[in-house]
C-alpha cells in the first residue's frame, strides 16, 4: 500500500504473487476515497483494508481479503478507530479515541471504558489485553503551585474489564525543569509470555539553564509489578520491537535484538545506479512495516530508500526481503 509522489493523493494497491509485484484494484467493499487506506494483519490469514477518517470519505467501509478474494467487514466500530491488534480475525481490539476501546469478538463491535488515556494495545492471549498511556490524577502529579506531573499508566483486561495496574512513580530530581510529563508509548506482548512497556519521561526543553537529559523508560511485567528492564546494548538501546520472530526481536531503525542478547545491524543493498542514485551518495532506508510471510520464516518488509546527493535527492519506494545470512 502506497501514495504516487505525482501531486495528488494516489493511493496504490500492489500484490506480490512470488514472482512479481504488480497494481491491483481497490476492493468495492472499501468504497471511494482519496487517501491511502490502512493496510492491516489480522491473524495470519486474514488482512483488512481501512479508509482513513479524514472527512472526506466513508470511513464506515473496510474490507477484509482471506487469502482469495474480497469482502466486507460488518458494522464498523464508530469514530476513528487506531492500530489493530488481535490474536485472530475473531477477537481483534483498538483504541477509539483517548480512553475508549473497541473489541471484535467475530459477531458484533463492543466499547468499553478505559480508567485512563490510553496511546497503545497489546493482546497476551484470550482475555488478556494490556493498555498503556499516562495519568494526571493520582499519587506523582502534584506540583504544587496548579501544576501537574503526568505519570505513565497502565491497564489490564481479563474478559470482564478494565483494571488500572499501578505503575512505578517516575520523576526528575530536583530542581524538576519546566512542564514535565512522563507516560507510556509501547506495550509490547512477546511470544513467551513476557509484556514489555516503553515510555519516557521529558519536559519542555529550552526554558532553563542546565537541563538534564530525557528519560527511557523500559519495564517488563514480572506478574505482580512492573520492574525496569536491563538496557539493550549497543545500537538495540532505547530502541522499540516492531516485531519478533523465533530467536529475538526486530527493532525499529533496522536493528536485531537476538535472544541471547546480541545487538545486531540489519544490512541493505544499496540502489543500482539505474535508479538515479550516484555512486557516492548517502542512502537511508526507512522501513514502515516487516511482516512475517505467513506459514514461512521469511520476512518482507515496506518503505522508501532516502538518496541524499549533490543536484538530485530522492526517496524510493522499496521492498525488501530479509536474507538471513546477511543478518
Not at 497476551?124 to 499516562?134: E, K, L, T
Not at 522501513?287 to 532516502?306: F, S, Y
Amino acid at each position: 500500500m502506497g501514495t504516487e509522489n505525482n501531486g495528488q493523493a494516489e493511493a496504490r494497491l500492489l500484490h506480490y504473487d512470488g514472482d512479481r509485484w504488480e497494481q491491483r484494484p481497490f476492493p468495492e467493499a472499501l468504497g471511494a476515497g482519496a487517501y491511502a487506506p490502512r493496510f492491516e494483519e489480522v491473524g495470519e490469514g486474514e488482512l483488512w483494508l481501512r479508509p482513513y477518517a479524514d472527512g472526506t470519505i466513508d470511513d464506515k467501509h473496510w474490507a477484509k481479503w482471506d487469502g482469495t478474494r474480497w469482502s466486507a467487514v460488518p458494522s464498523p466500530p464508530p469514530g476513528s478507530a487506531g492500530e489493530l491488534v488481535s490474536e485472530g480475525p475473531d477477537d481483534v481490539w483498538t483504541l477509539n479515541g483517548s480512553q475508549s476501546a473497541e473489541h471484535w469478538d467475530g459477531t458484533r463491535w463492543t466499547a468499553t471504558r478505559l480508567p485512563y488515556t490510553a496511546n497503545d494495545l497489546a493482546v497476551a492471549g484470550p482475555d488478556d489485553v494490556w493498555a498503556v498511556g499516562s495519568r494526571s490524577t493520582g499519587p506523582g502529579t502534584e506540583l504544587g503551585r496548579g501544576e501537574r506531573y503526568s505519570q505513565p499508566a497502565s491497564m489490564h483486561w481479563d474478559g470482564t474489564s478494565w483494571t488500572a495496574v499501578e505503575t512505578p512513580q517516575v520523576r526528575f530530581e530536583e530542581p524538576i525543569p519546566p512542564e514535565p510529563t512522563a507516560g507510556l508509548t509501547k506495550v509490547v506482548a512477546l511470544h513467551d509470555g513476557e509484556v514489555r512497556s516503553y515510555g519516557s519521561n521529558t519536559f519542555e526543553h529550552g526554558e532553563s539553564v542546565g537541563e538534564p537529559a530525557d528519560e527511557v523508560i523500559e519495564w517488563r511485567w514480572d506478574g505482580s509489578q512492573w520492574v525496569d528492564r536491563t538496557p539493550a546494548p549497543g545500537g538495540c538501546q532505547a530502541r522499540l520491537p516492531v516485531a519478533e520472530d523465533d530467536n529475538g526481536l526486530f527493532l525499529d531503525g533496522n536493528w536485531y535484538l537476538t535472544d541471547s542478547g546480541r545487538c545486531e545491524k540489519i544490512g541493505r543493498h544499496r540502489l543500482p545506479t539505474a535508479t538515479g542514485a550516484g555512486t557516492s551518495s548517502n542512502q537511508s532506508l526507512w522501513l514502515k512495516e516487516i511482516h512475517r510471510i505467513p506459514g514461512t520464516d521469511e520476512w518482507i518488509g515496506a518503505g522508501h530508500v532516502q538518496v541524499n546527493q549533490t543536484g538530485d535527492p530522492f526517496d524510493a519506494p522499496v521492498g525488501v526481503r530479509l536474507n538471513r545470512g546477511a543478518v
